[in-house]
Structure formats: C-alpha cells, structure tokens
C-alpha cells in the first residue's frame, strides 16, 4: 500500500496518520545549583507505522526522551500528543492506562521475570485486562509464534539464550497490540548475530504495519529503519532518511 493510501485508509478509520506530536518537550532536573537540560526544547512529529531511531551519545537525552515518549516519565514543560491525547492532562492512572493500551517497551536488558517462563512472562501484561485466563493464554503463544519462540514457551529465562530472550520481550511487547513498539538499545546486549536477527524481526513487525521507535549507538542499526534522528545535549540536531549522506 503506498502512503497516501495508508493515510486514506487511517482517515476512514477515524484516526490521524500523525501518531506521536511533541511542541517543545523539556526535561531539566535540578541538581543542587545546576541545572541538567537531559531534553531542551524536542519538537517532532511520528507518523503511524513509521519507523524511527533515535541515535546520539551517551548522556545526550535518548533514554529520557523514549521515557517521556512512552508515558514512564513526565516532562518539565512542553506539549505531548500521543494518538490524539494531551498526555500532560492524564492523571497517573490514565497515565498507566494508555502506557498499557498504546506503547509496548523493549529493553536492553530484557527486563524478565525470572520465576516466570516465556509464556508467563508474555502472558503478564494481560493481567491487567478484563480477559479469560485462557484468552491470555491464547493471545500469548499467538505472540510467541510471531516471533518463532513457541517451541520455547515453557522455559524459564535462564534456560534461554540472550537472542531468545530478547525474542521473549518482544512477544510480551507485541501481546497487548500497542500502537508504538518502543526500544532502548535492543541489541546492545546481543553479540552481532543475534542482532542482525533482532533486527530482521523488528523488519518483519514494521512490514507488518508495526510503529516502531528504537534508540541506539549504532549508526548501521539506525540505518534500518525509515528515519534517523540525531540527539546531542537534549536537542534534535539532525533529522534525515535513512541511507541520506551524513553531511
Ligand atoms: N534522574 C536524573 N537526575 C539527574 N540527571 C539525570 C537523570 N536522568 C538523566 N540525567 C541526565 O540527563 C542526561 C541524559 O541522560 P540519558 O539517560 O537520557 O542519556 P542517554 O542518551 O540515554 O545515554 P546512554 O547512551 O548512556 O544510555 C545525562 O546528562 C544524565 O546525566
Ligand atoms: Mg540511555
């Protein structure tokens, strides 16, 4: 489908083909006398099934931004619309509510539960919802298929390998079907390989129509996506095509 249908088809469904609007975001933390400026004034624009990478030195606002972007923290001034929603009006269990519905998180570090098993730890953010146990489990190894783990389900975290782990997060990422996939660094624990193939799922997830925002030091893995952003002491300093010459 090219783009303009793509959006012709969001406005028959009612929705805007913008998906992510930010006018201004800052985040200061005051730090005895000093001020940190982690983000200085972030404008921009995410369109739906989009996606984007995020890349920029250590210290220059990337995790504070994904933070912001998915609703795990607040910004000290500026204006955030997510899926039409002024954010900085929700209270912290609206907050909580459209964090569950909208945005699934990928860490770099998995962040598992280790007591529980791959389908335990899919399973976990459907607690939430007012659905079966079966219907859970159902929507739960539907998502472990997706990412080709479902002769996994049974094992405990530490009976996998890093790259299957990171395929475990996925699954639990994907289970609530969020509008934004939301990555910080998730390859950065992975040797090269199992990057790569990291990366090809989350290629796959983006053919699927999948909105998908990662972080990385990485230029080759920013490179994948459709759209690279370049953040430097809080500020957006470059924006540009994927595969557009640097300067
Ligand atoms: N809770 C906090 N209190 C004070 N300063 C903070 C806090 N969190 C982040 N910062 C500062 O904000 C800046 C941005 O931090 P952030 O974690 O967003 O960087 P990053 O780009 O994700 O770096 P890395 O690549 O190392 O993960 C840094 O200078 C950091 O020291
Ligand atoms: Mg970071």
Redesign the pocket.
């Given at each position: 489908m090219s783009s303009v249908d793509e959006s012709a088809a969001a406005k028959d469904a009612g929705e805007d083909s913008v998906l992510i609007r930010m006018q201004d975001i800052r985040?200061h933390?005051e730090?005895g006398s000093q001020i940190?400026r982690?983000l200085d004034g972030i404008s921009v624009e995410i369109g739906r099934g989009d996606w984007v990478s995020f890349i920029?030195?250590?210290?220059?606002?990337?995790?504070?931004?994904l933070n912001i972007l998915g609703c795990l923290d607040r910004p000290s001034g500026g204006e955030y619309f997510l899926n039409g929603v002024y954010v900085e009006e929700l209270g912290a269990n609206q907050l909580a509510e459209i964090r569950n519905r909208e945005i699934g998180f990928i860490f770099q570090s998995f962040n598992l539960l280790p007591r529980a098993t791959a389908l335990g730890n899919v399973m976990q953010p459907l607690v939430y919802r007012r659905i079966s146990y079966r219907r859970r489990k159902e929507m739960a190894m539907e998502a472990l298929r997706r990412v080709r783990l479902d002769d996994r389900m049974d094992h405990l975290p530490n009976q996998l390998s890093g790259g299957q782990r990171q395929r475990v997060a996925i699954a639990r990422a994907l289970v609530t079907e969020p509008s934004i996939l939301l990555a910080?660094?998730p390859t950065g624990n992975l040797d090269s390989r199992t990057g790569a193939e990291i990366m090809q799922l989350f290629d796959q997830l983006h053919r699927e129509g999948q909105t998908l925002i990662l972080?990385t030091?990485e230029e080759d893995v920013a490179g994948l996506g459709d759209r690279v952003i370049e953040?430097l002491d809080?500020k957006i300093i470059r924006d540009r095509r994927a595969g557009e010459p640097l300067h």
């Open positions: 985040k933390y730090m940190v982690a920029g030195s250590s210290g220059s606002g990337k995790s504070t931004f910080d660094e972080v030091h953040l809080g």
